[in-house]
């Protein structure tokens, strides 16, 4: 394997980590929703997140779905979704924050 192919496998399998760790905190989330311990406001930010996720699937899906190496990395550069995980990191904490004081 390249230099470049690992990095964009790398890029992939850091993706996976977190639109896992994004599952997990929905999961946990929609656990309190379901039990009636949530305000509308924290099922809108919930809904957010699935939102954001959603993006961040399919930017990985077409990352995935690439067939040569200069396309992945040129889309890797494109879509640069640190943005969105970033803004995703910020709901998650605000989130928690909600869910830890009910």
Same mark, same amino acid.
């Given at each position: 394997?390249?230099?470049?192919?690992?990095?964009?496998?790398?890029?992939?399998?850091?993706?996976?980590?977190?639109?896992?760790?994004?599952?997990?905190?929905?999961?946990?989330?929609?656990?309190?929703?379901?039990?009636?311990?949530?305000? +509308? *406001?924290?099922?809108?930010?919930?809904? #957010?997140?699935?939102?954001?996720?959603?993006?961040?699937?399919?930017? %990985? /899906?077409? @990352?995935?779905?690439?067939?040569?190496?200069?396309? +992945? *990395?040129?889309?890797?550069?494109?879509? #640069?979704?640190?943005?969105?995980?970033?803004?995703?990191?910020?709901? %998650? /904490?605000? @989130?928690?924050?909600?869910?830890?004081?009910?």
């Amino acid at each position: 394997m390249t230099d470049r192919n690992h990095l964009v496998e790398q890029h992939i399998l850091e993706h996976e980590a977190r639109l896992k760790h994004i599952d997990e905190v929905i999961e946990k989330s929609s656990d309190h929703l379901t039990s009636g311990k949530s305000s +509308a *406001e924290t099922s809108q930010l919930l809904e #957010s997140i699935k939102s954001d996720r959603k993006v961040l699937e399919d930017q %990985l /899906e077409q @990352l995935q779905n690439q067939e040569n190496i200069a396309n +992945a *990395e040129a889309m890797i550069s494109k879509i #640069s979704p640190l943005d969105i995980w970033n803004t995703v990191a910020e709901k %998650l /904490e605000k @989130l928690a924050e909600r869910l830890d004081k009910k």
